[in-house]
Antibody, heavy 115, light 106 residues
Framework: QVQLQESGPGLVKPSETLSLTCSVSGDSIRGSYWAWIRQPPGKGLEWIGYFYYGGTTNYNASLKSRVTISADTSNNQFSLNLNSVTAADTAVYYC?????????WGQGTMVTVSS | EIVLTQSPDFHSVTPKEKVTITCRASQSLGNSLHWYQQKPGQSPRLLIKYASQSISGVPSRFSGSGSGTDFTLTINSLEAEDAATYYCHQSNSLYSFGQGTKLEIK
């Protein structure tokens, strides 16, 4: 059974970098595409970006200048870094496996941007 | 960026009713359109992939149809547990989501 689990700080200060990790069990991150998606409180879903172990990454154009997604194959994890955050980046952040579509999701982690 | 527009935004329905939610794309998707259900405090759950393909473990009352720019999610014989927000999602050109349709059970 494939499971994903997000982890990271729940509070980030404005202008700093939001860093999250997604731990994957039941599948190898070398074998699929993996993505980050977020959801501001009371709002809809926004795709942030994806990566493939072979070296492919792609990001939402609206966030591209601030986002990096990378892999840690030794721990079967992948990470999200979002820099220069503002209150607009406050959201639940989800990681997901991509098999055509986002077929398996983590439970999500709430990140609040506030001083 | 492909824009997905769902209708309605909100729907209040009674149990056993048949419900239809539509999703219109700003350009053709072929069949690369998927549907999710999200209940409060939970992650989205994949209901239908590639417009009409069923997902293991999803009740058979959920079905999808459409191609190109117009798609439909149908819920036959609605149950109380179907109260949720439903999102369409396209994977034809990068990714994007519809704004969501909130389904309330009377």
């Amino acid at each position: 059974q494939v499971q994903l689990q997000e982890s990271g700080p729940g509070l980030v200060k404005p202008s700093e970098t939001l860093s999250l990790t997604c731990s994957v069990s039941g599948d190898s991150i070398r074998g699929s595409y993996w993505a980050w998606i977020r959801q501001p409180p009371g709002k809809g879903l926004e795709w942030i970006g994806y990566f493939y172990y072979g070296g492919t990454t792609n990001y939402n154009a609206s966030l591209k200048s601030r986002v990096t997604i990378s892999a840690d194959t030794s721990n079967n994890q992948f990470s999200l870094n979002l820099n220069s955050v503002t209150a607009a980046d406050t959201a639940v952040y989800y990681c997901a496996r991509v098999v055509g579509t986002f077929d398996i999701w983590g439970q999500g982690t709430m990140v609040t941007v506030s001083s | 960026e492909i824009v997905l527009t769902q209708s309605p935004d909100f729907h209040s329905v009674t149990p056993k009713e048949k419900v239809t939610i539509t999703c219109r794309a700003s350009q053709s998707l072929g069949n690369s359109l998927h549907w999710y259900q999200q209940k409060p405090g939970q992650s989205p759950r994949l209901l239908i992939k590639y417009a009409s393909q069923s997902i293991s473990g999803v009740p058979s009352r959920f079905s999808g149809s459409g191609s190109g720019t117009d798609f439909t999610l149908t819920i036959n014989s609605l149950e109380a547990e179907d109260a949720a927000t439903y999102y369409c999602h396209q994977s034809n050109s990068l990714y994007s989501f519809g704004q969501g349709t909130k389904l309330e059970i009377k």
